[in-house]
Each structure stands twice: as structure tokens, then as C-alpha cells.
């Protein structure tokens, strides 16, 4: 296992210009906040939202000591690739929550920082905190245990799972689960250059922002991040939802860093993911969800998902009763079959309409191409369809003139 001593000095980054434009992009794009029922879809910039919410809460006399971008989208903005994706838009406000009241002002804040991005036309006056809650705000969450954790979580709704999280954080024990996943981008230097500039950023012009690893070394964890690799330190202190991470990771083509004893760290996973979700009805709905908010219509992903689960529960679980592990790896087995017969229906579909296709043009279609596909893979982007019976028609010619094919593409 990686070891456990940290250089506080290594923890810390500053930003190369890329990087900073890349930041910049993040905080200007516009996230939609979709609103349930009748409300309307607020568009969003990220750095007015930070903005706005900031000064609220300084409004209601809670000072908060810095601002962060956390998780995916801050190992997007470090890592070297520009194709990364990321789920969530996470943002940490350091906040001092001295009782339950601070966690009250700060719901409270949040929603009426909403009220600010209503399209125009909206009447606000009959826009109770309360319905804004139910409107816009997928989930809440409020953490005091005797561990020293106080923090709160509020999550906005986006269909596009790109949901953006709020959180509030006075001390949190555990803030990353692996090494590529601890990058926090501070952001109090970009705001201020944001309130003080008129002029755009450019190679030489720029505000100097630092990043952070929370994982302790930011090289070694920058080098995991660039290199796919998966690593952490205490595992046994990894959450539920660490197992779920792990699995992601592994589908995306990451594979344990040489000094990880993976076997171990799989076994504490999973005793942690049955202790925080014992009840089957509890496991289901955390896994449904995690599907949902990281995989959406992508059913191919979602399907090499659920068989990575299945595999590391089956062989790593050591904590449950035979019948309990048999029910859990059941549970896995079922969401991957309804994945399969989507993808089944998905393409009795498309093989319908092809047919119909071929019907309305009098033509056969031989091969289908899906695209554009980077290159490299040697032609895997054609997929043969086996003929249709004569009644569709005969099967044009192999002929470069042929006029319903495109120039660059031969006929079949």
C-alpha cells in the first residue's frame, strides 16, 4: 500500500497557464439546472454562482475561508488529457459551522441565490424557499458525527449528469477516496481577477492559482492521474461508495499502481459498501442511481460496469453470509440482464428501421458506419448486417459512380 507518510510541503501546485485556461472554460460555461414540473431551466455560469452564493453567505455573516473545484472536473483541468469527462461540477466552501443554525442559513442561502437566475419574466415574490427546494435541488445532505465531521452537501438537478454540488465544509475526515480523484483547484485568486480585470487572460496575463492533492504528494499523484493508475492510502477508511469508484475506474482502463496491495484494498471496499448499505433495497437504489449519474443512455459502458462489480464482489467479499452475497451478486446480475434487453430492443429497433430504409429506397444495406471514430481502429467502425431476403429490393452494383454512396466511401 502507498505509504502513509504525507509531505505537506509537496501537497501544493500552481497552475500552468493551459491549465488555467482550461479552468477558465469550466467556470464560464453555462450549466443548465433543470427544474422539475413546470419550473424553469436556469442557465448558470459556474463563477457567477460561486460569486453570488459567496456573498450571500458573507451577507449572512458566514465567512467562508476559501473556494474550491473538486473531483472530476478538477482532474480534468490537471490532467494532460483534453478528453477526460467528468460527472459532477463540485465545489467546497470552507465554512465554519459553529452550530445546527450556520446549516440552516446556508440552505437558506443557497435557494435564494436561485432566485437571482430566474429567466426574466418569472415572478419571484411567489417563489417560497420551500418550492425551490422541491424545484431544483436533487438531494441534501448534513453530516456532525463523534468522528469530526460537520459538513453539508446541496445537489442541483441536471439532466445532463452534470450535477453541480455544493458543499460546505468545516472539517471532513476523509476527502478523497483515491489519488486521482483528491485534486482540489482553489479558486479565490480567479474570482478576484475576475472582479478587479477587464482584460481577458492571455500567455503573460494571467492570476496564479494553485491546486492542492489531498491525497499528500501532488507529483506522485499527478504521475497516477497521467499514467491511469489507481492508488490511495488507509483504505479501510474509504467509504461505501468507494467500491463503486473503483469498479468506474477499472472500466476507464485503470489498473493498480505497482505498490498496492489490490486484493486487500478490494476486501476493505467491499466490507465498507455492506456495512454503509446493508439492506438489498439500499444497495439497489445507491446502485440505480450511481448508473443513472455516471453512465446515462450509455448502455455499453454501464453493461462492462455492472460485469467489473459483479466480478471484484464475487471475489473479493468475505464479510457476508453465503445467502447475502448470493442476493447481492444477484442484484448485480439483474441490472446487467435489464441492461442487455435494452440493448437488445435498441437494436431490434435500429434494424427496423434500416429495413424500412431499405424498403422506401430499394437498396440493401451491407454496412453500416458509425462515426467519426478517432483512428486506429482498424476498421472496427463497420458493422455487416446480414441481407435481407429479396423482397427489399436488389443489391446495387459495386461501382465508384453509384449515386447514393458518398465519393470517399466504396459501395457495398
Known amino acids: 500500500m502507498a505509504n502513509t507518510a504525507v509531505n505537506c510541503r509537496n501537497r501544493f501546485q500552481v497552475l500552468c497557464y493551459d491549465q488555467v485556461v482550461r479552468l477558465h472554460e469550466v467556470m464560464e460555461d453555462v450549466m443548465p439546472i433543470h427544474g422539475r414540473g ?55 466552501f470552507g465554512v465554519d459551522l459553529i452550530n445546527h443554525n450556520e446549516l440552516q442559513k446556508i440552505r437558506n442561502c443557497v435557494l435564494e441565490c436561485l432566485l437571482d437566475f430566474l429567466p426574466e419574466g418569472v415572478n419571484k415574490e411567489k417563489m417560497s424557499s420551500c418550492s425551490l427546494k422541491e424545484a431544483y435541488v436533487q438531494k441534501m445532505v448534513k453530516v456532525c458525527n463523534e468522528h469530526g465531521d460537520r459538513w453539508s452537501l446541496i445537489s442541483l438537478c441536471n439532466k445532463t449528469r452534470k450535477n453541480v454540488e455544493l458543499k460546505f465544509v468545516d472539517k471532513m475526515k476523509r476527502q ?44 506522485e499523484a499527478w504521475y497516477h492521474l497521467d499514467k491511469k493508475l489507481i492508488a490511495t492510502r488507509n483504505p479501510e477508511e474509504i467509504r461505501g461508495g468507494g467500491l463503486l469508484k ?8 485503470f489498473v493498480p499502481a505497482e505498490d498496492v496491495d489490490i486484493r486487500t484494498m478490494e476486501r476493505y471496499m467491499c466490507s465498507r459498501f455492506f456495512i454503509d ?56 446480475h439483474q441490472l446487467a440482464y435489464t441492461v442487455l434487453m435494452t440493448q437488445e430492443r435498441k437494436a ?38 446480414a441481407a435481407p431476403s429479396s423482397t427489399f429490393g436488389h443489391q446495387i452494383s459495386n461501382s465508384s459512380s453509384c449515386p447514393f454512396c458518398p465519393p470517399y466511401l466504396t459501395c457495398s
Open 246 to 253: 473503483y469498479c468506474n475506474l477499472l472500466v476507464k482502463d
Open 277 to 332: 448499505f446493508s439492506d438489498i433495497n439500499q444497495q439497489r437504489q445507491k446502485l440505480e442511481a450511481y448508473l443513472a449519474n455516471h453512465f446515462g443512455c450509455d448502455e455499453n459502458t454501464k453493461y462492462q460496469y455492472l460485469m467489473t462489480l459483479y466480478g471484484v464482489v464475487d471475489e473479493s467479499t468475505i464479510c457476508l453470509m453465503g445467502h447475502e452475497r448470493r442476493q447481492t451478486l444477484n442484484l448485480i
Open 38 to 92: 413546470n419550473f424553469p431551466t436556469l442557465d448558470v455560469k459556474l463563477c457567477e454562482l460561486v460569486q453570488v452564493v459567496r456573498e450571500k453567505l458573507a451577507s449572512e455573516g458566514i465567512k467562508v475561508r476559501d473556494v474550491r473545484l473538486n473531483g472530476g472536473a478538477a482532474s480534468y483541468i490537471l490532467g494532460s488529457s483534453t478528453c477526460q469527462e467528468f460527472n459532477d461540477v463540485d465545489l467546497i
Open 348 to 385: 431490434q429497433v435500429k434494424c427496423i428501421e434500416l429495413h424500412e430504409l431499405d424498403q422506401l429506397n430499394n437498396l440493401v444495406i451491407d454496412q453500416v458506419f458509425y462515426g467519426p471514430f478517432a483512428s486506429g481502429t482498424n476498421g472496427s467502425q463497420y458493422y455487416s448486417y
Open 176 to 219: 478523497f477516496e483515491f489519488s486521482v480523484d483528491s485534486f482540489q483547484v482553489i479558486l479565490d485568486s480567479l474570482l478576484t481577477f475576475y472582479d478587479i480585470s477587464q482584460a481577458p487572460m492571455t500567455e503573460h496575463f494571467y492570476p496564479t492559482v494553485v491546486a492542492e492533492s489531498v491525497y499528500g504528494d501532488f507529483s
